[in-house]
């Protein structure tokens, strides 16, 4: 088990030293005071939106970027708060505050140097605050200058004898320094001072494990630890890990169910119930754990190579051979794999085969593992050091050893406005990327979202009053269950067939029974009507933008239909059709373009089809046009985030992501953490 760099800002003290008002209009200060509020009380995605508002009314404001960083780094989106703490610092910088978040901010982004640079700037004014000194002891820990590090950990404790966190940061130190002795004497006094400090339990248990194998005391540690925070499946996990070493299986197996019932995509939990399941011959649950596990990492070897094991077990050989083909190509120096194989071939009836990979496994076998390949097993199992060589026997063993997680937990609050309060962070959120704009009588509002995009063709058609419902642009459609609001609908069609058969057709009326057709998802004469209305007024722009959704949802709902009926469509007609329909999609987007080239979210959209067909770079393109146009458009940043990191870009992702957070797209936080973890 491993122990995290233990972040630590007083944000309380923050807000309350940096309390001033802020000058200036009324409306102004109210919106500020309500972000520092929403600050407070967690709402960090909201309490950004407010403090945007201020900025953009007053950019030459301090207050608002230093505060915008507070909420950042608590949703650990560390680049945008540096940069946002650097604007503050840059506008004012006597607000010793912000030299803090900056420092943390780069503390967590491995920029330590500069980190204790801002803690020993903020220290100059507070001399005596027990965060700054803990955060620049650890910064100096990390650094490996152990030295100043220990002598800042005896400057606080010189204000403040008895904080216990400070102790467990100082028994870190200690650890690294090699002084298991002094380490231990550390902990145990700060659990004398806190009997709740959760870190200390942990690090004692670490120490058991480490320095004497002494199991039992470790689990009972963990025990406490749980007791402390018991919605973190990382120590559910590795109290399992415990258990299973003092014989307890069926406590492990209890445990491993219940760290994955807290987080079904944990993959130790997933891999680690795979192994045990299998060692009681639980083989195919054992399989759908290692299924479970590659589902969500395409590239763990190791579960791979498991379930090639099981696999041969069951007699699905095919199976087993195409896991082991990928774990050979990864490790080609793994002679069980191998074996492995040979036997699944012998079993096949394949002698040749058999006895060319028997053969190969047989000359490896006499060879150490090259360090690099070995490393790559598991580079988190601590079994091996890039570089050093390890027998074939340690690799073997490191594919089917139980794993641990890191033991640096973080409680999930609970709020009442689910998906936009606390730490969104942390959420088990699917990675998918923000939905197509369409036309629509209703939007989903939120705190962070309360009025649809502006649309100035939206807003023009609506100013004319020619439709029957205000029209709105939104990208997620609220389900439409009210009785009256669908009877309005079916209503408002009959009229317009009433009116269309006494009056001489116009392209707004078919639009018009278009969109209630749409809104009763009946995509199919939803389309026809758009198809009249385009032939009467070839420059619709809008009724080309609501035809390229409708084909979207209509061809959605042959697919789900041939689905459930299971009907033996060939793949490659499948196929075929799919193309055919992207294609008419993609021509009345361009022909959005073409007649409205200011419209952002038409960009947008053509940029989502171009990502759903795989042609990244020409997304890209999109996805900047929409920018470009609306700088404020967050899900088009989400996006183009999305697809830096898909390429590899990481950088230029990460500050999009940042950017669509701050703009209140709040999937953002959680894929920041993940790529920046």
Do not use: W
């Not at 102790?167 to 004398?192: F, H, N, P, Q, W």
């Amino acid at each position: 088990m491993k122990m995290k760099y233990l972040k630590y800002i007083l944000f309380f003290s923050i807000l309350c030293s940096f309390g001033g008002n802020v000058h200036g209009q009324i409306n102004t200060d109210q919106v500020m005071r309500v972000g520092q509020n929403s600050l407070y009380l967690e709402d960090y995605v909201l309490s950004i939106q407010y403090f945007n508002q201020v900025i953009a009314a007053k950019p030459y404001l301090a207050q608002p970027y230093f505060y915008r960083a507070i909420a950042k780094i608590s949703l650990e989106d560390y680049i945008g708060a540096e940069d946002d703490a650097s604007t503050a610092i840059s506008y004012n910088r006597f607000i010793t505050g912000a030299y803090e978040v900056r420092g943390v901010a780069r503390q967590n982004q491995g920029k330590l140097k500069e980190a204790v640079e801002d803690y020993d700037r903020a220290l100059e004014q507070l001399p005596e605050n027990r965060g700054l000194l803990l955060n620049k002891a650890l910064a100096l820990e990390e650094l490996k200058d152990y030295k100043r590090s220990e002598a800042t950990y005896d400057e606080l404790f010189r204000y403040h004898p008895r904080y216990d966190n400070g102790l467990v940061g100082r028994a870190r130190l200690y650890l690294a320094m090699g002084d298991t002795a002094k380490a231990s004497a550390d902990i145990d006094r700060a659990l004398e001072l806190n009997k709740n400090n959760v870190n200390a339990y942990v690090m004692r248990a670490d120490i058991a494990i480490n320095s004497a194998k002494d199991y039992a005391r470790a689990r009972n540690d963990m025990d406490e630890a749980i007791k402390l925070q018991p919605h973190f499946s990382g120590y559910f996990v590795n109290r399992a890990f415990l258990r299973y070493q003092l014989d307890d299986y069926f406590g492990a197996m209890a445990d491993f169910d219940y760290a994955i019932q807290l987080d079904p995509s944990s993959v130790p939990a997933l891999f680690n119930r795979g192994l045990l399941r299998a060692e009681v011959n639980d083989n195919n649950k054992a399989i759908d754990d290692f299924t479970r596990v590659l589902a969500l990492d395409p590239d763990n070897y190791k579960a791979m190579y498991n379930r090639a094991l099981l696999s041969k077990e069951i007699a699905d050989y095919s199976g087993s051979n195409a896991d082991l083909d990928k774990v050979i190509a990864e490790f080609p120096s793994f002679s069980g794999a191998y074996f492995v194989r040979c036997e699944n071939y012998r079993l096949m009836g394949e002698r040749a085969k058999a006895e060319r990979d028997y053969n190969k496994a047989m000359a490896l076998s006499k060879q150490a593992v090259p360090g690099d390949e070995g490393a790559d097993v598991d580079a988190d199992a601590g079994g091996s050091q890039q570089g050093k060589e390890e027998t074939q026997e340690q690799v073997a063993a490191r594919f089917t050893s139980l794993l641990t997680v890191d033991n640096n937990a973080t409680v999930k609050e609970e709020y009442a406005t689910e998906g936009i309060k606390g730490r969104v962070q942390d959420r088990n959120l699917a990675i998918e990327v923000e939905p197509m704009f369409t036309l629509s009588y209703y939007v989903t509002t939120t705190e962070i979202k309360e009025v649809p995009y502006y649309i100035k063709e939206v807003d023009d058609l609506n100013a004319t009053r020619a439709l029957r419902f205000l029209l709105m642009t939104t990208n997620r459609e609220p389900q439409l269950s009210d009785e009256d609001a669908i009877g309005k609908h079916f209503s408002s069609i009959e009229y317009y067939n009433g009116y269309l058969e006494t009056h001489r057709p116009r392209a707004i009326d078919y639009f018009g029974r278009a969109m209630d057709y749409y809104t009763l998802h009946n995509y199919a004469s939803a389309m026809a009507d758009l198809d009249r209305a385009i032939a009467l007024a070839p420059d619709f722009t809008l009724a080309y933008m609501l035809r390229a959704n409708a084909r979207m949802k209509n061809a959605e709902m042959d697919r789900l239909s041939r689905d459930t009926k299971r009907e033996g469509i060939l793949p490659e007609m499948a196929g075929q059709t799919s193309k055919m329909v992207a294609a008419e999609v993609m021509s009345d987007l361009d022909k959005v373009i073409e007649l409205s080239p200011r419209m952002a979210i038409a960009y947008y959209n053509k940029g989502n089809m171009l990502l759903q067909s795989g042609d990244y770079t020409s997304a890209l393109s999109a996805y900047s046009g929409a920018i470009d146009i609306k700088p404020d458009f967050g899900e088009a940043y989400y996006n183009r985030g999305y697809i830096y990191l898909k390429l590899g870009n990481k950088e230029a992702g990460v500050a999009d992501l940042s950017k669509a957070g701050e703009l209140g797209i709040v999937p953002s936080y959680n894929l920041l953490k993940r790529f920046t973890r």
